[in-house]
């Protein structure tokens, strides 16, 4: 079966750091995707990885074990325009398809 | 920049119409996507199309069917609405696989929120 974890909500201050986990079980494995969304509108783009260790891109940083089917999304320096849900996908095979986790909403206090 | 848009943002039927979703993207992407996103369940592919005419079904294509008579434009229909069908549509695109671009990112359009009476 195709399996995608996330915690469904997670609650952070600003300025701090948060890490966002994904754990998979696909049949396939071509890559892995992390998208922000923020309420009402749609899903962005924010990080790709494919091989293994950590993606820094800014303030977000991403990083992928494939032998143990695990993910994670680092937020550092968070703001309250942070505040959205975090999804993750897996690219499983061809035609680019995409399987999703159910998202993370992350809520950013003062 | 990959520009995606949806017909409606918000759309109210009731049961047993027929409706039309449309999707058109502006920068030639070959695949084409629909999903539904229900809380606690995520996104999820209802079919996708990889070239002109051709589709695939994905994880949930029951009671829907789909169009793509242009490369631009993709159609989600409901034959005959149901109330289980009230939901958020997305559409997103992508070049096709094998291309030169290292992730070849999904980009999604603004999303119809339909709600079936």
């Known amino acids: 079966g195709q399996n995608i974890d996330q915690p469904t909500e997670m609650t952070a201050t600003e300025g701090a750091i948060v890490q966002i986990n994904c754990t998979y079980q696909?049949?396939?494995?071509?890559?892995l995707f992390w998208y922000q969304q923020h309420a009402g509108e749609a899903p962005t783009f924010l990080s790709y990885?494919?091989?293994?260790g950590l993606e820094e891109k800014g303030r977000f940083s991403s990083f992928l074990s494939r032998s143990k089917g695990y993910s994670y999304l680092l937020l550092k320096e968070l703001q309250m325009k942070d505040s959205a849900s975090y999804l993750c996908?897996?690219?499983?095979?061809?035609?680019?398809?995409?399987?999703f986790g159910a998202g993370t909403r992350l809520a950013v206090h003062p | 920049d990959v520009k995606v848009t949806q017909s409606s943002r918000y759309l109210v039927k009731r049961t047993g119409e027929k409706v039309f979703l449309e999707c058109v993207q502006d920068?030639?992407?070959?695949?084409m996507f629909w999903y539904r996103q229900d809380p606690g369940l995520g996104l999820r592919l209802i079919y996708f199309?990889?070239?002109?005419?051709?589709?695939e079904k994905g994880d949930i294509p029951e009671g829907y069917s789909v169009s793509r008579e242009k490369k631009e434009r993709f159609s989600l229909i409901l034959e005959s609405a149901s109330t289980n069908q009230t939901s958020m549509y997305l559409c997103?695109?992508?070049?096709?696989?094998?291309?030169?671009?290292?992730?070849?990112?999904?980009?999604f359009g603004p999303g119809t929120r339909l709600t079936v009476l």
């Open positions: 696909t049949s396939g494995f071509n890559g």
């Open positions: 996908a897996v690219r499983t095979g061809g035609y680019n398809k995409l399987i």
């Open positions: 920068m030639d992407h070959e695949n």
């Open positions: 990885n494919v091989l293994d």
């Open positions: 199309s990889y070239d002109v005419k051709m589709k």
């Open positions: 997103a695109s992508s070049l096709a696989s094998g291309t030169s671009r290292a992730y070849n990112e999904q980009f």
